[in-house]
C-alpha cells in the first residue's frame, strides 16, 4: 500500500499563487507515475499534472505556463506550484499514484491507483 498526504490549500485571490505538497509512504518503490487531480463542485475529477520517474512531465492544457508539478524523491514528496491562479481552478486537490509509467496512466483517474485525502483551494476574484 502507499499512503499520499496532502497540504498546503487555502484561499487566494485571483493571479495569486499557492505550493501543494503531498508527501508519499509505504510501498512507494512500487509507483511510476505521480500526480494531481482536481475536483470542481458538480463536476468529474480531472487530471491536472503528472511526473514520472524519470522526470518527465505532463499538464492539462488548463494549467499549462501556470502550474508546474516536481517531486523530492528523497524525501518521497511531490508538489504543484500554482500561479497565476483563476476562479476557475477552485476545487479539491488530489495527489494520486500510479503503479503504471506515465505514458500509460496519463491524466485519466482509471490508470490511478492510490489517492490522497484532498486539499481545497479557493481562488477568488
Known amino acids: 500500500q502507499v499512503q499520499l498526504v496532502e497540504s498546503g490549500g487555502g484561499s487566494v485571490q485571483a493571479g495569486g499563487s499557492l505550493r501543494l505538497s503531498c508527501a508519499a509512504s509505504?510501498?512507494?518503490?512500487?509507483?511510476?507515475?505521480m500526480g494531481w487531480f482536481r475536483q470542481a463542485p458538480g463536476k468529474e475529477r480531472e487530471g491536472v499534472a503528472n511526473?514520472?520517474?524519470?522526470?518527465?512531465?505532463t499538464y492539462a492544457d488548463s494549467v499549462k505556463g501556470r502550474f508546474t508539478i516536481s517531486k523530492d524523491s528523497a524525501k518521497n514528496t511531490l508538489y504543484l506550484q500554482m500561479n497565476s491562479l483563476k476562479p476557475e481552478d477552485t476545487a479539491v486537490y488530489y495527489c494520486?499514484?500510479?503503479?503504471?509509467?506515465?505514458?500509460?496512466?496519463?491524466?485519466?483517474?482509471?490508470?490511478?491507483?492510490?489517492w490522497g485525502q484532498g486539499t481545497q483551494v479557493t481562488v477568488s476574484s
Open positions: 494520486a499514484a500510479s503503479l503504471n509509467y506515465c505514458s500509460l496512466a496519463s491524466l485519466n483517474r482509471r490508470y490511478w491507483n492510490y
Open positions: 509505504g510501498y512507494t518503490y512500487r509507483t511510476y507515475c
Open positions: 511526473i514520472d520517474r524519470d522526470g518527465s512531465t
